[in-house]
């Protein structure tokens, strides 16, 4: 149980363009999940937490008008990434978090924006 | 503010000893501790949890404890594998939230 899917796993774009990440809780209902960021050989960075229902909330630094998150669902969040840049090249990492449960993540999504 | 520590530097170790990871956080006392173990391009796998008020934690090879005096959580894998080989990370929670820190990892390389 407790299985998280991501899509697209891998996804290049041009410069510019929008691109949009799936997470979805295939077993389990999730009303909090997190997406993350991870750089080549570094920890993953917390970038918002996604609750049903309601707005996400950013961590500091976080452009909300460039990653645009919606949490439609129970089982299902999205991150677009607007106007991507090829500094916005990285590893998207999802968690959905069951009820008082520990953190599922997703396998990740490669960006890469040339 | 809350910091994790990990060693940074990779852990070989030959097949069938016992791999020692250790977490170090500084600044605050989480009331639990996760463990994840991500192999490269992976998501992180959920591996144990303990709680402040549990002194070790088992699961078949793995062993967890967490010294809330020293501030430090230790994760032992007993009988090491080369399928064991992976980064380890450490994620307790941020001060107040759920929200995890994740540590920079360690990597392990287990060779036979």
């Known amino acids: 149980g407790a299985v998280v899917s991501q899509h697209p796993s891998r996804v290049i774009c041009k410069s510019g363009t929008s691109v949009k990440i799936e997470c979805r809780s295939l077993?389990?209902?999730?009303?909090?999940m997190f997406w993350y960021r991870q750089f080549p050989k570094q920890s993953l960075m917390l970038m918002a937490t996604s609750n049903e229902g309601s707005k996400a909330t950013y961590e500091q630094g976080v452009e909300k008008d460039k990653f645009l998150i919606n949490h439609a669902s129970l089982t299902l969040s999205t991150l677009t990434v607007t106007s991507a840049h090829p500094e916005d090249s990285s590893f998207y990492i999802c968690?959905?978090?069951?009820?008082?449960?520990?953190?599922?993540f997703g396998p990740g999504t490669r960006l890469t924006v040339t | 503010s809350q910091k994790i520590e990990q060693n940074s530097e990779a852990l070989n170790i030959q097949e069938g000893k016992t791999a020692t990871l250790t977490c170090n956080y500084t600044n605050y006392s989480p009331a639990y501790l996760q463990w994840y173990r991500q192999d490269p391009g992976r998501g992180p796998v959920f591996l144990l949890l303990i709680r402040e008020n549990e002194k070790e934690k088992r699961k078949e090879r793995l062993k967890v404890t967490f010294d809330t005096t020293l501030k430090q959580s230790l994760f032992h894998i007993t009988a090491s594998q080369p399928a064991d080989s992976a980064t380890y990370l450490c994620a307790p929670p941020s001060y107040n939230t759920d929200k995890l820190i994740f540590g920079t990892g360690t990597r392990l390389q287990v060779f036979p």
């Open positions: 968690s959905a978090v069951p009820r008082g449960g520990e953190q599922y």
């Open positions: 077993d389990f209902q999730a009303t909090t």
